[in-house]
């Protein structure tokens, strides 16, 4: 299915089967389009260490034909410390552009260990929770996880209060900017991560600013919370959503 699906959207891909491994099920139980509960069925244990090198043989093969990498870490077992070795490895060799983003719904993980990334986009309990701070103000919080992993700029997302960006390419300064959430009535939040993180990195590594990708990452976002389920979004969905914005014309 994963295969048909993107071979559909036309997506280069390299998939590597874990026979020992069930297939990630997660089942969400919905009533007039308001999710009530979630069942999750998963092995989260590091990937064994024969696919482990198959994984890390493939990122080495692959990297030079690149311009950045995305890790979007579940916490499943497969960004084990030895793929994120070779990843920053490659990075370095490469001079590839790294995106981070890591999901802690149910469990546990630290997005710390995303160190010299020239992106991360976590939100603010994946924040607080790598850095055991419950009670500081958010301003606190974005200087903390910035000196700590040492990325170039920080995206913290805030659900409906939108996002703020930290960019942190100036020697002598952070500069920041909030972004405000452009859905007024989100149906489904599932996917607005995902599309923000797709978005920024495609835009980085097309040559865009870090203000101007978060721009782009909101109208995609707001796009992805008025679909039920996480479903691809076009490039002419986030077209007419900019002209929308921008121009306050609903159509092209």
């Not at 509960?37 to 990297?63: C, G, H, M």
């Amino acid at each position: 299915k994963a295969i048909k699906e993107l071979d559909k959207l036309e997506i280069k891909h390299i998939l590597l089967e874990d026979k020992e491994r069930p297939t990630t099920f997660k089942k969400r139980y919905v009533v007039e389009n308001q999710k009530v509960f979630r069942v999750s069925k998963l092995d989260d244990k590091d990937i064994p260490i024969e696919i482990e090198d198959k994984l890390i043989k493939q990122i080495e093969k692959n990297a030079k034909n690149c311009k950045g990498i995305i890790v979007s870490d579940f916490v499943y077992g497969v960004i084990t410390p030895r793929i994120l070795s070779c990843i920053n490895k490659v990075a370095r060799k490469y001079n590839l552009f790294l995106f981070g983003d890591l999901q802690c719904s149910t469990q546990v993980g630290d997005v710390t260990k995303f160190k010299d990334f020239s992106v991360i986009c976590p939100n603010e309990k994946e924040a607080r929770m790598a850095l055991k701070d419950k009670d500081s103000g958010l301003e606190i919080i974005c200087q903390k996880l910035i000196a700590n992993t040492s990325s170039n700029a920080l995206i913290l997302t805030l659900g409906a209060e939108g996002l703020i960006v930290y960019d942190n390419n100036d020697p002598k300064r952070i500069i920041r900017q909030a972004f405000p959430s452009l859905s007024v009535n989100p149906i489904d939040l599932s996917g607005a991560g995902d599309s923000l993180i797709a978005i920024i990195s495609t835009s980085i590594c097309s040559g865009a600013s870090i203000m101007n990708s978060a721009a782009l990452g909101t109208c995609m976002s707001s796009i992805a919370v008025q679909n039920m389920g996480n479903k691809s979004i076009q490039a002419y969905q986030v077209k007419e959503k900019l002209l929308e914005v921008t121009l306050n014309k609903p159509e092209i």
